[in-house]
């Protein structure tokens, strides 16, 4: 199921970082490949995975493996051989519980409550996993001495199976960023699967009745492990390290492969159209604040330059008009914003009336200079004004077909409660000035 | 070069020693073109540095009446050259200051070199003649405002709310905040002058006051802008 998606890949987690929450659901359904469920599973998300995989109802899945593991404990071997082999991934079957979109999106306390439901269907799965594995041994007819070793397997088994849901889990909660379980439980069930291994292994020895031998043994199991780390540990370290130094590497490269492309997407682009039209000073210094205003909103906020929504605050608002003025005019607009507030319904007719007030004093005023934008939200007040240092104009003399001044600016604001002002500068252009109250004052 | 008024009318008969800091030699070489001609401007550069070590050095040997400066420098930034320069700063006689010239207008730039001490704040896309314009107005001890930066002070005082516990020293009065606004909205001194019906002296001193109350009084109150806005 998953593809390939743009993203920062952590090292050696590759179905990690590029697991395709959406396509599930959207997509016509990409090249499958099989993976453990992780989404509302009860054991190890094998059933829930082959299930997906191969288009059948889970609980068909279950059956069969359950039939299985009657025919001599096939299913578990089975069940065992896919755990340990297929990776755990999103999706298995579709099941039409969108848990894996709430997980992702919802606020923490979602998360959790989702994390959290499958904890019950574990428990109900492995309550029946005792239950049949009771009537399996019962069931089964074998001789004294593999009898005797089988409580021990299971234990084994038992504690192997703990720790390795431990891994699992420990790997979702890495790129699900949700299930960030307590450090404590995660120990307990690591000491839990090792007690469990070790009273297997205790057992078998029991039962083979070498209970005298045992303390030589372990002693010496015990310095055989102590050699082997001894050997083996500077190469383990020195290989984990190496590990994180590598990835902290692709880590950095891949930054700067971004920051390569980007530079040659924009700024070197714009560095050729700046020595073509090198001419036309005009044109050169719009491109270059153009570039210069592209550049900044990219080194310091990189989320909003790479998704560019719709304007939600003044600040917004008011900065992507003037940005949209001046690649528009070639003009320079100079904004300043004090404060800031959600936009209402007469903000944004007063922010629409703003940006029919910058093109008015970029087409006629933008000779003399950069023009000033000043935004300012002050209490429940929203005040906007646009000035430039063009000719200026008398505004009682503007002819009544102009329908620029008239209707989009004092029009627009008087028809939504608001004032606008036009009036000359002392010594020479436009300001005008645009003041509305905002509909309820939430700071 | 055509409508270099002011700075043709006041260059000759006057006259200031400017080093400049900055770790761009080419930047260096331009805005030196641009000024440095003293017989036409008055503003005379007598001495560069790169880093925060060698402007030290220039500034104590050269003792500049103005120090043109950058805020992102090799070895600690503007900021540490102010620290190290704050002697200089006090002295009675012939006082050093400084203008902070830079390409960012980012906030935290911004507020930091002025609360490090500069006497104003200019970014690099400024006029040659507003430029020396500004020089002469931090030699007389004024403060320069570009439009952005009174908009930062502007949001520095207007969000807090509660009033603070010493009202004289940690409020703007009603003028300097109409001052401000108007430097914001791009008015010139003189124009906001022509505005409020004051002389251009008195909105100069005005400007002073909040450089002063920004530098002095209003420590906490921006701390707690800053801090709220993660950018200290």
Same mark, same amino acid.
Request: glycine share 10%.
């Given at each position: 199921?998953?593809?390939?998606?743009? $993203?920062?890949?952590?090292?050696?987690?590759?179905?990690?970082?590029?697991?395709?929450?959406?396509?599930?659901?959207?997509?016509?359904?990409?090249?499958?490949?099989?993976? $453990?469920? @992780?989404?509302?599973?009860?054991?190890?998300?094998?059933?829930?995975?082959?299930?997906?995989?191969?288009?059948?109802?889970?609980?068909?899945?279950?059956?069969?493996?359950?039939?299985?593991?009657?025919?001599?404990?096939?299913? &578990?071997?089975?069940?065992?051989?896919?755990?340990?082999?297929?990776?755990?991934?999103?999706?298995?079957?579709?099941?039409?519980?969108?848990?894996?979109?709430?997980?992702?999106?919802?606020p923490?306390?979602?998360?959790?409550?989702?994390?959290?439901?499958?904890?019950?269907?574990?428990?109900?799965?492995?309550?029946?996993?005792?239950?049949?594995?009771?009537?399996?041994?019962?069931?089964?007819?074998?001789?004294?001495?593999?009898?005797?070793?089988?409580?021990?397997?299971?234990?084994?088994?038992?504690?192997?199976?703990?720790?390795?849901?431990?891994?699992?889990?420990?790997?979702?909660?890495?790129?699900?960023?949700?299930?960030?379980?307590?450090?404590?439980?995660?120990?307990?069930?690591?000491? &839990?699967?090792?007690?469990?291994?070790?009273?297997?292994?205790?057992?078998?020895?029991?039962?083979?009745?070498?209970?005298?031998?045992?303390?030589?043994?372990?002693?010496?199991?015990?310095?055989?492990?102590?050699?082997?780390?001894?050997?083996?540990?500077?190469?383990?370290?020195?290989?984990?390290?190496?590990?994180?130094?590598?990835?902290?590497?692709?880590?950095?490269?891949?930054?700067?492969?971004?920051?390569?492309?980007?530079?040659?997407? @924009?700024?070197?682009?714009?560095?050729?159209?700046?020595?073509?039209?090198?001419?036309?000073?005009?044109?050169?210094?719009?491109?270059?604040?153009?570039?210069?205003r592209?550049?900044r909103a990219?080194?310091y906020k990189?989320a909003a330059a790479?998704n560019p929504r719709e304007p939600e605050t003044v600040a917004e608002a008011v900065k992507r008009n003037a940005a949209e003025v001046e690649?528009?005019?070639?003009?320079?607009l100079e904004v300043v914003v004090v404060g800031d507030c959600p936009l209402d319904e007469g903000v944004t007719a007063q922010m629409q009336a703003a940006r029919e007030a910058m093109v008015?004093a970029?087409?006629?005023?933008?000779?003399?200079?950069?023009v000033q934008v000043f935004a300012e939200v002050e209490g429940d007040e929203v005040f906007v004004s646009v000035r430039?240092?063009?000719?200026?104009?008398?505004?009682?003399?503007?002819?009544?077909?102009?329908?620029?001044?008239?209707?989009s600016i004092i029009?627009r604001m008087e028809r939504n409660g608001g004032t606008a002002r036009?009036?000359?500068?002392?010594?020479?252009?436009?300001e005008v000035e645009l003041t509305m109250k905002r509909a309820e004052k939430t700071s | 070069?055509?409508?270099?008024?002011?700075?043709?009318?006041?260059?000759?008969?006057?006259?200031?020693? !400017?080093?400049?800091?900055?770790?761009?030699?080419?930047?260096?070489?331009?805005?030196?073109?641009?000024?440095?001609?003293?017989?036409?401007?008055?503003?005379?550069?007598?001495?560069?540095?790169? *880093?925060?070590?060698?402007?030290?050095?220039?500034?104590?040997?050269?003792?500049?009446?103005?120090?043109?400066?950058?805020?992102?420098?090799?070895?600690?930034?503007? =900021?540490? !050259?102010?620290?190290?320069?704050?002697?200089?700063?006090?002295?009675?006689?012939?006082? =050093?200051?400084?203008?902070?010239?830079?390409?960012?207008d980012a906030a935290e730039?911004v507020i930091?070199?002025?609360?490090?001490?500069?006497?104003?704040?200019?970014?690099?896309?400024?006029?040659?003649?507003?430029?020396?314009?500004?020089?002469?107005?931090?030699? *007389?001890?004024?403060?320069?405002?570009?439009p952005r930066l009174a908009g930062f002070v502007l949001d520095a005082f207007a969000s807090t709310d509660a009033p603070p516990? *010493?009202?004289?020293? *940690?409020r703007l009065?009603q003028?300097e905040r109409e001052?401000l606004r108007l430097i914001a909205r791009g008015?010139?001194?003189?124009? %906001?002058?022509?505005?409020?019906? %004051?002389?251009?002296?008195?909105?100069?001193?005005?400007?002073?006051?909040?450089?002063?109350?920004?530098?002095?009084?209003n420590?906490?109150e921006l701390?707690r802008w800053a801090t709220a806005r993660r950018l200290?």
């Amino acid at each position: 199921m998953p593809r390939p998606v743009p $993203r920062v890949t952590i090292g050696g987690m590759p179905e990690a970082a590029t697991v395709p929450l959406t396509e599930d659901t959207r997509d016509p359904r990409p090249p499958r490949k099989l993976y $453990r469920s @992780s989404d509302g599973r009860w054991l190890g998300g094998v059933a829930r995975g082959l299930a997906g995989h191969l288009g059948l109802p889970v609980i068909w899945v279950r059956l069969v493996f359950v039939g299985l593991f009657m025919a001599d404990g096939l299913g &578990a071997l089975l069940y065992a051989a896919f755990w340990f082999f297929v990776p755990l991934g999103l999706g298995g079957v579709g099941g039409g519980r969108p848990t894996v979109l709430t997980t992702e999106t919802a606020p923490d306390g979602r998360r959790r409550l989702v994390a959290r439901r499958p904890d019950k269907g574990q428990i109900l799965a492995l309550l029946l996993m005792v239950v049949v594995a009771m009537i399996f041994v019962q069931n089964v007819n074998l001789t004294g001495n593999t009898k005797a070793y089988l409580v021990p397997t299971v234990l084994v088994g038992a504690g192997v199976a703990l720790v390795w849901r431990q891994a699992d889990n420990a790997r979702r909660a890495r790129w699900m960023e949700a299930g960030r379980r307590r450090r404590t439980l995660s120990l307990a069930r690591a000491a &839990a699967g090792i007690v469990l291994v070790g009273a297997g292994i205790t057992g078998i020895f029991v039962t083979q009745g070498a209970t005298e031998h045992l303390g030589p043994i372990l002693q010496a199991a015990l310095a055989v492990l102590v050699g082997i780390a001894l050997l083996a540990g500077p190469y383990l370290v020195r290989m984990t390290q190496d590990l994180s130094e590598e990835r902290l590497m692709r880590i950095r490269a891949q930054e700067r492969a971004e920051v390569a492309a980007h530079v040659h997407d @924009s700024v070197l682009h714009t560095l050729t159209l700046i020595q073509r039209n090198a001419d036309s000073a005009a044109e050169v210094r719009r491109l270059a604040r153009a570039q210069e205003r592209d550049l900044r909103a990219w080194l310091y906020k990189p989320a909003a330059a790479e998704n560019p929504r719709e304007p939600e605050t003044v600040a917004e608002a008011v900065k992507r008009n003037a940005a949209e003025v001046e690649d528009k005019h070639g003009v320079p607009l100079e904004v300043v914003v004090v404060g800031d507030c959600p936009l209402d319904e007469g903000v944004t007719a007063q922010m629409q009336a703003a940006r029919e007030a910058m093109v008015n004093a970029a087409k006629y005023g933008g000779e003399g200079g950069a023009v000033q934008v000043f935004a300012e939200v002050e209490g429940d007040e929203v005040f906007v004004s646009v000035r430039d240092r063009g000719p200026g104009f008398d505004p009682d003399s503007i002819p009544a077909d102009r329908m620029g001044v008239r209707e989009s600016i004092i029009g627009r604001m008087e028809r939504n409660g608001g004032t606008a002002r036009l009036r000359a500068v002392p010594d020479g252009g436009t300001e005008v000035e645009l003041t509305m109250k905002r509909a309820e004052k939430t700071s | 070069m055509t409508e270099q008024t002011e700075a043709v009318e006041q260059g000759p008969e006057r006259h200031v020693r !400017v080093v400049l800091v900055d770790d761009h030699r080419m930047f260096r070489t331009g805005v030196q073109a641009e000024i440095g001609r003293t017989e036409t401007t008055g503003v005379e550069v007598v001495g560069e540095a790169a *880093d925060v070590d060698q402007a030290v050095t220039v500034i104590t040997a050269t003792r500049p009446e103005v120090v043109l400066l950058d805020v992102h420098l090799p070895g600690g930034g503007g =900021v540490e !050259v102010l620290r190290r320069c704050a002697p200089l700063m006090a002295g009675a006689q012939s006082p =050093v200051r400084f203008l902070a010239l830079s390409v960012s207008d980012a906030a935290e730039d911004v507020i930091g070199v002025i609360r490090g001490g500069a006497r104003g704040y200019v970014t690099k896309t400024i006029t040659g003649t507003d430029l020396v314009d500004s020089i002469f107005r931090v030699q *007389d001890g004024d403060a320069v405002f570009s439009p952005r930066l009174a908009g930062f002070v502007l949001d520095a005082f207007a969000s807090t709310d509660a009033p603070p516990v *010493d009202e004289d020293l *940690d409020r703007l009065t009603q003028r300097e905040r109409e001052v401000l606004r108007l430097i914001a909205r791009g008015y010139a001194y003189k124009e %906001i002058a022509k505005q409020l019906f %004051i002389s251009v002296k008195t909105v100069e001193s005005h400007v002073s006051a909040v450089l002063r109350k920004l530098q002095l009084s209003n420590r906490h109150e921006l701390t707690r802008w800053a801090t709220a806005r993660r950018l200290v």
